[in-house]
């Protein structure tokens, strides 16, 4: 059993940043993908940015390049979403979420194996 808690979520002014954590616990593994993904009421949870174990590649969707920043502590096995330039449309819940090998497509929700409780980010205009 694998325990994903994220932290970090709040409220904040457009412009501002914000620093969401995900703690992972109950299993020690290798070679999985951390990702981030969010998801606003009726949608479809949205691919934020994911990480691999392996050379380090990082992955963002469009909405968030060049403003978000994803990295990965694996010896403490914790991940780390930095969002910086922050706009209203960034209010979601956040999820944290983990792909274990074999690992499928990034980009997609039903790749990933387990989830997080999910954060609230919510930016004001």
């Known amino acids: 059993q694998v325990q994903l808690v994220e932290s970090g979520g709040g409220l904040v002014q457009a412009g501002g940043s914000l620093r969401l954590s995900c703690a992972a616990s109950?299993?020690?593994?290798?070679?999985?993908?951390m990702s981030w993904f969010r998801q606003t009421p009726g949608k479809e949870r949205e691919f934020v940015a994911a990480a691999f174990t392996w050379k380090g590649d990082t992955y963002y969707g469009d909405s968030v390049k060049g403003r978000f920043t994803i990295s990965r502590d694996n010896a403490k096995n914790t991940g780390y979403l930095q969002m910086n330039g922050l706009k209203p449309e960034d209010t979601a819940l956040y999820y944290c979420?983990?792909?274990?090998?074999?690992?499928?497509?990034?980009?997609?929700?039903?790749?990933?194996?387990?989830w997080g409780q999910g954060t609230q980010v919510t930016v004001s205009s």
């Open positions: 109950g299993r020690t593994f290798t070679g999985y993908t």
């Open positions: 979420t983990v792909d274990v090998p074999p690992l499928g497509n990034v980009y997609s929700a039903n790749s990933y194996d387990y």
